[in-house]
């Protein structure tokens, strides 16, 4: 199993441009989730699913936008890049959405917005 | 939201037990105690969770208070590889949205 995988692993963006931060599972885990955290700061939540067609907004999703086609996807768009946005992005995922799951957490990109 | 507070930092030596403490006062009666840790430049990794009685794993142990209001972490015996990032959250065992909201966890220095 490769677990959470995340790409890219570093990116660099200017103001206003758009793109996509890349998060796969291979655990068949129904629940997936994105995180920001910011520099001596705990994660934040982005976004999260349930399950394949469905999403809903966590703390900060403004600015974010995510779709969920299949189980093993979860991508997040950056829709017009921001400064306030540069931040460290992990994306998770867990069997269920049962508070005693365990979460697995992806190596993070390093997103950096000029 | 129930939350959780912890000391910013915390030093340890080298092979010596590590207690880290967690205050949760607010835990409803289904919420799960895990903790998670963040090693430098990672992603958060799964320590440790419990309930109610205390649990044992191969990294560490955790001791929860029968009032459930508060949590020790016990790494047995600290290595240079544990120093970290430890959060303590609580995770919601009812329906809907499953959220680990972390805090700004515990820094750990392992001193040689």
Redesign the interface.
């Known amino acids: 199993n490769a677990g ?1 995988t995340q790409t890219p692993k570093f990116q660099v963006l200017k103001t206003g441009q758009s793109m996509t931060l890349q998060c796969a599972q291979d655990m068949n885990h129904e ?1 997936m ?1 994105w ?1 920001r955290q910011d520099p ?6 982005i976004h ?1 699913s ?1 399950g394949a067609g469905i999403t ?1 907004q ?2 900060v999703p403004n600015g974010y936008n995510v779709s969920r086609s299949t189980t093993e996807d979860f991508p997040l768009r950056l829709l017009s890049a921001a400064p306030s946005q540069t931040s460290v992005y ?1 994306c ?1 995922s ?1 069997y ?13 990109t390093r997103l950096t917005v000029l | 939201d129930a939350k959780t507070t912890q000391p910013n930092s915390m030093e340890s030596n080298e092979e010596e037990p590590v207690h880290l403490p967690c205050n949760h006062s607010t835990i409803s009666g ?3 105690i ?1 903790w ?1 840790r963040q090693l430098p ?6 320590v440790i ?1 419990g ?1 109610t009685s205390n649990v044992n794993n191969r990294m560490a142990s955790l001791a929860i208070a029968e009032d459930r209001k508060s949590s020790t972490l016990i790494l047995h015996r600290a290595t240079l590889r544990d120093a970290a990032v430890y ?1 303590c959250i ?16 515990t820094k750990l220095s392992v001193i040689p």
């Not at chain 1, 269920?96 to 993070?108: H, L, R």
């Not at chain 2, 430049?41 to 799964?46: D, H, K, L, M, V």
């Open positions: 959470v629940y989730s995180y001596g700061m705990g994660l934040r939540l999260y349930v809903d966590g703390e992990f998770a867990s269920s959405i049962s508070g005693v799951d365990t979460q697995y957490f992806g190596p993070g | 289904t919420d799960y895990h998670y430049s990672q992603g958060p990794e799964y969770h309930l959060y609580l995770g919601y065992s009812g329906a809907g949205s499953y959220q680990l909201t972390f805090g700004k966890g």
